[in-house]
């Protein structure tokens, strides 16, 4: 504890909490691609109601045409526009329109072997809702219900964050978290709108579903100093979707309020002291 600046004896708890973000996209699709290698190594049909169910979806239609999955584009990690990105781009343009003093080989001789190469990454890489639709689609309707009832799929869907290189870290003070909206720093940015899941490492740590309101990028001269670096300041707004959110984040913010001490009760003057001596 210590004390705010300007003479004052009420005492504050300045804190930082590390947090983890990741889109939820990205969840949903980690937790699609696990339960495809789930089903195929324990060779039962491939059953995916319980994780439509958990993110709010349509249980009738495929997974492409959900909306947690089109809201957020493919590039959900781009920063949003702003005057330095602006700044930044400017200059790649001109940097590519200027003149080359020694032309470069002609690109024709390697552009096979490129084109080819990019081409099978791109069809290798099919991602797990376009799988999930596919291995759906190619299920009999003997198979489809057969699913439900497997053996591993009885107890209720549990969420789970996705691949380390999807995940950004940062942190929050104690002071920018209220039941409203948040405030973090970010080592990624993420695209404003977007769905966001925010997973506070403390003791007891907890997830919210959250939305992107504003990303900005912080000065190269702003005086944090961590250990993850953060390059993005983000402004999230709580969304409650998932039931007990509203009851953790107000039992983690009740249990970190800082005790005030009591002040002390001003002595009851006497009527001889108001009076004066007596004369």
């Given at each position: 504890m210590?004390?705010?600046?300007?003479?004052s004896?009420?005492p504050?708890a300045?804190?930082?909490?590390p947090?983890r973000?990741?889109?939820?996209?990205?969840e949903?699709?980690?937790?699609?691609?696990h339960?495809?290698?789930?089903?195929e190594?324990a060779?039962v049909?491939?059953?995916?109601?319980?994780i439509?169910?958990?993110?709010?979806?349509?249980?009738?239609?495929p997974?492409?045409?959900?909306?947690?999955?089109?809201?957020?584009?493919e590039a959900?990690?781009?920063?949003?526009?702003?005057?330095?990105?602006?700044?930044?781009?400017?200059?790649a343009?001109?940097?590519?329109k200027?003149?080359?003093?020694?032309?470069?080989?002609?690109?024709?001789?390697?552009?096979?072997?490129?084109?080819a190469?990019?081409t099978?990454?791109?069809s290798?890489?099919?991602?797990?809702?376009?799988?999930?639709?596919?291995?759906?689609?190619?299920?009999?309707?003997?198979?489809?219900?057969?699913?439900?009832?497997?053996?591993?799929?009885?107890?209720p869907?549990?969420?789970?964050?996705?691949?380390?290189?999807?995940?950004?870290?940062?942190?929050?003070?104690?002071?920018?978290?209220?039941?409203?909206w948040?405030?973090?720093?970010?080592?990624?940015?993420?695209?404003?709108?977007?769905?966001?899941?925010?997973?506070?490492?403390i003791?007891?740590p907890f997830?919210m579903?959250?939305?992107?309101?504003?990303?900005?990028?912080?000065?190269?001269?702003?005086?944090i100093?961590?250990?993850?670096?953060?390059?993005?300041?983000?402004?999230?707004?709580?969304?409650?979707?998932?039931?007990?959110?509203?009851?953790?984040?107000?039992?983690?913010?009740?249990?970190v309020?800082?005790?005030?001490?009591?002040?002390?009760?001003?002595?009851?003057s006497?009527?001889?002291?108001?009076?004066?001596?007596?004369?």
């Amino acid at each position: 504890m210590s004390q705010i600046f300007n003479k004052s004896s009420h005492p504050v708890a300045i804190k930082r909490i590390p947090i983890r973000m990741w889109t939820l996209r990205a969840e949903i699709e980690a937790a699609l691609e696990h339960r495809i290698k789930e089903c195929e190594a324990a060779g039962v049909p491939l059953y995916i109601d319980d994780i439509k169910e958990f993110y709010g979806m349509n249980i009738a239609k495929p997974l492409s045409g959900q909306p947690q999955l089109t809201l957020v584009s493919e590039a959900s990690d781009a920063s949003p526009m702003s005057n330095e990105n602006v700044d930044d781009m400017m200059a790649a343009l001109a940097e590519e329109k200027a003149p080359e003093a020694t032309p470069e080989a002609p690109p024709q001789e390697a552009a096979p072997a490129e084109a080819a190469s990019a081409t099978e990454a791109a069809s290798t890489e099919t991602p797990p809702s376009a799988q999930a639709d596919q291995i759906i689609a190619t299920q009999s309707p003997e198979e489809k219900a057969q699913a439900p009832h497997a053996h591993k799929f009885q107890t209720p869907y549990v969420r789970r964050a996705p691949n380390s290189d999807q995940i950004s870290y940062g942190f929050s003070m104690l002071a920018d978290i209220n039941m409203d909206w948040v405030l973090a720093f970010s080592k990624h940015p993420f695209t404003q709108g977007s769905s966001i899941v925010i997973e506070f490492l403390i003791p007891t740590p907890f997830t919210m579903n959250v939305e992107i309101l504003l990303c900005n990028r912080i000065a190269m001269k702003s005086r944090i100093i961590s250990e993850t670096k953060p390059d993005y300041r983000v402004q999230c707004r709580y969304t409650f979707s998932h039931p007990g959110e509203r009851s953790n984040l107000r039992r983690f913010l009740s249990s970190v309020e800082p005790d005030l001490p009591n002040k002390p009760a001003f002595l009851a003057s006497s009527p001889a002291e108001d009076t004066g001596p007596a004369t």
